[in-house]
């Protein structure tokens, strides 16, 4: 069963993709709890992109949530989306951006592919 620190030092590294936020744009996490802890994805110019703690510096996008409410959303019991509506999670500054990084929050879904016709 993942952590929220197995999650941000593991899973999300693995998972981040160059074009998923735009260039240099910092989006911190503060996960509430004692499996908790701050983590942020930063991009960098030319479509680098890393996952590390929190640094200080400006953050174009800060969430927040409970222990709990995360590991739903990772283990993909509640959508990022659903849990922001219902007030689970709390989100300062750009929400797009926390938008664009819901895929890399989610269970890792295979796509499946139509048969060639």
């Known amino acids: 069963m993942e ?15 160059p074009s998923l936020l735009p260039d240099d744009v910092v989006v911190a996490f ?6 908790g ?3 942020q994805v930063r991009s960098h110019e030319g479509g680098a ?3 590390g703690p929190v640094a200080t510096g400006p953050k174009d996008c ?8 995360f590991l739903e959303i990772i283990r ?9 509506l219902s007030g689970r999670v709390k989100v300062w500054g750009d929400v797009g951006l ?5 895929g890399l ?11 060639e016709l």
């Open 37 to 39: 802890g701050s983590w």
């Open 62 to 69: 800060t969430v927040t949530c409970s222990e709990g409410a």
């Open 76 to 84: 993909g019991a509640i959508s990022p989306q659903r849990a922001f």
């Open 30 to 35: 503060h996960i509430d709890g004692p499996g």
């Open 49 to 51: 992109a890393e996952v």
């Open 98 to 102: 926390v938008l664009r990084l819901a």
């Open 105 to 115: 929050l989610g269970p890792r879904v295979e796509r499946m592919r139509s048969p």
């Open 3 to 17: 952590t929220v620190r197995g999650f941000f030092e593991s899973t999300a590294p693995s998972r981040l993709e």
